[in-house]
């Protein structure tokens, strides 16, 4: 079994914060802002596609899987290896390399230089290639959600 890592993640500083406003809120802002992570979440899949697809036989097949998914929570955008048996096997030897299969390059789950892991594939590569867009959608939803939820100010209404 490959192993795990929780450190490949990219934070986006006061999500939480801005989350807990949401919530205090009432009604529906938090489902808003779970279907905005969806979006960014749905992004980086198809980032993650494009990467596999670019990449040598196994993760070009891998691609065709539908074995990467978008999903999403209130306070994080993520995607996820399916666990169908065959597309978890070679998705996780596509997207993690040599911690599964000897032929992928050497890489170090835990390895980050800049903020941004060290080698992968797939997701990895996605996110470094796109993360200033994946950032300016951020912003973007949260100016919006911000606009439409507080429309006199930053303060939750009371």
Do not use: C
């Not at 808003?32 to 992570?37: C, P």
């Not at 929570?73 to 040599?98: D, L, P, W, Y």
């Amino acid at each position: 079994m490959a192993p795990r890592s929780r450190t490949n993640a990219v934070d986006i500083v006061g999500l939480a914060d801005f989350q807990r406003d949401l919530r205090a809120l009432g009604g529906d802002w938090p489902r808003a802002l779970k279907a905005g992570n969806l979006d960014v979440a749905e992004f980086v899949r198809e980032g993650s596609i494009r990467e596999l697809r670019d990449g040598d036989n196994v993760q070009a097949h891998v691609a065709g899987l539908n074995a990467i998914r978008a999903r999403a929570e209130q306070r994080r955008a993520k995607i996820v290896v399916s666990a169908v048996a065959k597309a978890n096997a070679m998705s996780i030897g596509a997207v993690t390399g040599s911690h599964v299969f000897a032929q992928f390059d050497e890489y170090d789950l835990a390895g980050w230089v800049g903020g941004l892991p060290v080698g992968g594939y797939g997701p990895f590569e996605a996110i470094r290639q796109d993360i200033d867009e994946i950032v300016d959608t951020y912003g973007q939803m949260v100016d919006e959600l911000t606009r439409r939820a507080f429309p006199r100010g930053s303060r939750a209404r009371r």
